[in-house]
């Protein structure tokens, strides 16, 4: 890889190359198993060696419990090392571990399919690498150790009758990341969630589609997300709902044209992803969508 850029004081290079590995074992159809490996070398010199292990188990037709346990490394992007301004040549690769556990729940009952699934998560990494506000700019860099762990759940109710299909869908999301190591004698980041982290978010969506035709409503909410490490500053909560419309004007076998309008920020709400930034209020967009395809050729037994 290599970057040409104003934004880089010079143009970095990297040489990455790896072996990858993976066995998949089924004994019978409710057990999955997986192994993975990965050795990679970086500019000629090997990085930690890493792997993952999984399992699935289904208990019933409707349910499975899911595992998975892994060894994290990360080595810094080109724009965590020299961006300019901000860039760290001096930033460490993350490193780590990962491991999750969920139980996924799904069924069908005529017209009607529903699933769910719930997973719990644990990772701890050594030299985090966040990017931090300064004086002047943000540079990133590395956190001693973050712990971060939490609950996700995804779920969707679907029902289908002929062409048309309406589709309810809930996300919720619990993240706690937290520094666990103080870099000096009076760091009041230590058990503080991290800064812009929020610790409770989720979206909602309902989609209606027939025919050539769909709609969508979509609904997320984002907690507090603090602006300082010691989490003495913080910004608030927000909701934002958007709306979205298209319509497939032109279907062709090798392209297909779709109308479409966004309705963005229906409430109208005033809110800041990043601290002295609002983001924009009510806004529309609409335009046409082109899609182009290749189609297949049919297989013949002639060479």
Avoid: C
């Amino acid at each position: 890889a290599q970057a040409r850029t104003d934004g880089y004081p010079h143009d970095p290079t990297q040489d990455r190359s790896a072996l990858f590995a993976l066995y998949r074992y089924r004994p019978h159809t409710r057990f999955t198993g997986t192994v993975g490996a990965r050795q990679e070398w970086l500019d000629g010199s090997a990085v930690p060696f890493t792997g993952s292990i999984g399992a699935e188990y289904r208990l019933k037709p409707w349910a499975a419990l899911k595992a998975q346990a892994a060894r994290v490394y990360r080595v810094p992007t080109f724009n965590d090392l020299y961006w300019n301004p901000g860039g760290n040549p001096a930033l460490l690769p993350e490193d780590g571990y990962s491991g999750d556990l969920g139980i996924l729940l799904r069924g069908t009952w005529k017209q009607f399919s529903a699933r769910s699934e719930i997973t719990w998560f644990n990772r701890t990494l050594d030299n985090w690498i966040i990017w931090l506000p300064g004086p002047a700019y943000w540079s990133p860099q590395n956190i001693m150790q973050v712990w971060s762990r939490g609950l996700e759940s995804d779920s969707e109710i679907a029902w289908k009758a002929g062409s048309t299909t309406v589709k309810l869908g809930l996300m919720t999301n619990h993240v706690v990341s937290t520094n666990q190591v103080a870099k000096s004698r009076n760091d009041d980041s230590v058990d503080r969630q991290l800064i812009y982290v929020p610790m409770y978010s989720g979206n909602g969506r309902l989609a209606v589609a027939r025919g050539r035709g769909s709609f969508t409503v979509h609904a997320t909410y984002t907690g507090y997300r603090y602006t300082s490490t010691d989490n003495r500053e913080y910004l608030e909560p927000y909701w934002l709902l958007n709306a979205s419309a298209s319509l497939r004007v032109v279907r062709q076998a090798r392209w297909q044209a779709d109308v479409f309008a966004h309705a963005n920020n229906l409430l109208d709400t005033e809110y800041e992803v990043m601290l002295s930034r609002p983001m924009p209020l009510r806004n529309f967009q609409a335009g046409i969508r082109l899609h182009f395809d290749k189609p297949t050729t049919p297989r013949t037994k002639n060479p």
